[in-house]
């Protein structure tokens, strides 16, 4: 998780000073949350999961995470549609 923690970090421009914890609870948090929308995905090799993951970091950061249900609601729904196909 520290990758992905450094990953959010670095990508959203996240200060120093913005403790760890916090963004490991968001992480913690999305993780469970995309969990119930798409269960069994993994965020190594999952791009997509990885992405909302991510932004719901972001969104959590900045207080606004009904937003990001808003906004990335026809991603997730494709996402979930996606799983359902076989490989």
């Not at 421009?13 to 403790?19: A, E, N, T």
């Not at 970091?57 to 990001?68: F, G, S, T």
């Amino acid at each position: 998780m520290d990758d992905l923690l450094n990953e959010v970090r670095e990508e959203f421009q996240i200060p120093p000073y913005f403790p760890d914890e916090a963004l490991e609870r968001y992480l913690a948090e999305g993780e469970t949350r995309l969990d119930m929308l798409n269960p069994g995905r993994d965020p190594e090799t999952d791009l997509t999961y990885r992405s909302l993951l991510k932004n719901y970091v972001y969104y959590a950061y900045h207080h606004k995470l009904y937003e990001w249900e808003q906004n990335y609601a026809s991603l997730i729904l494709s996402w979930q549609l996606g799983s359902e196909v076989a490989p």
